[in-house]
């Protein structure tokens, strides 16, 4: 069964875009997270790692015979891994620009990987730093 896999209680994938999107609708909306992903009050810390033409099962954790990558399955086993995940576009640059956005080429008009981004769109970035939260994107 496709879902997240996570050390403590499992969550269908479902449940976890709920989280996470109820999470980023309070920030926008500048309440803060909710109390119980808060847990003892203090923010949880976010790593979102996206790597170009990485395969599903290209990670020690996701059972690949020969790579090794100690770190991120350690990253994996203390918090969340999406078994099932999908890209809106098999290109990098509409691809990223849709994580940040969340929504689609044809909305944040990345549409190929020439296509300048337009300083109009709003990140999730951007959310999370109006929430107090200090964040950094590292990459090209």
């Not at 999107?21 to 003892?40: I, Q």
């Not at 990485?54 to 078994?83: C, Q, Y």
Request: glycine share 12%.
């Amino acid at each position: 069964m496709g879902g997240i896999e996570r050390s403590g209680p499992k969550y269908s994938r479902r449940e976890m875009l709920r989280l996470i999107g109820g999470s980023l609708t309070a920030c926008a909306a500048g309440f803060g997270l909710p109390r119980e992903v808060l847990g003892r009050g203090n923010r949880p810390n976010i790593v979102f790692i996206l790597s170009d033409d990485h395969r599903w099962d290209t990670m020690g954790h996701k059972g690949h015979p020969f790579i090794k990558t100690p770190n991120l399955d350690r990253l994996a086993k203390e918090g969340v891994s999406f078994h099932n995940a999908f890209v809106t576009t098999a290109l990098c640059s509409p691809s990223r620009a849709s994580f940040l956005t969340g929504q689609y080429a044809h909305r944040h008009g990345v549409k190929n990987n020439l296509t300048p981004w337009n300083d109009r769109n709003i990140t999730v970035l951007e959310l999370l730093g109006k929430a107090g939260y200090k964040n950094a994107f590292i990459g090209k």
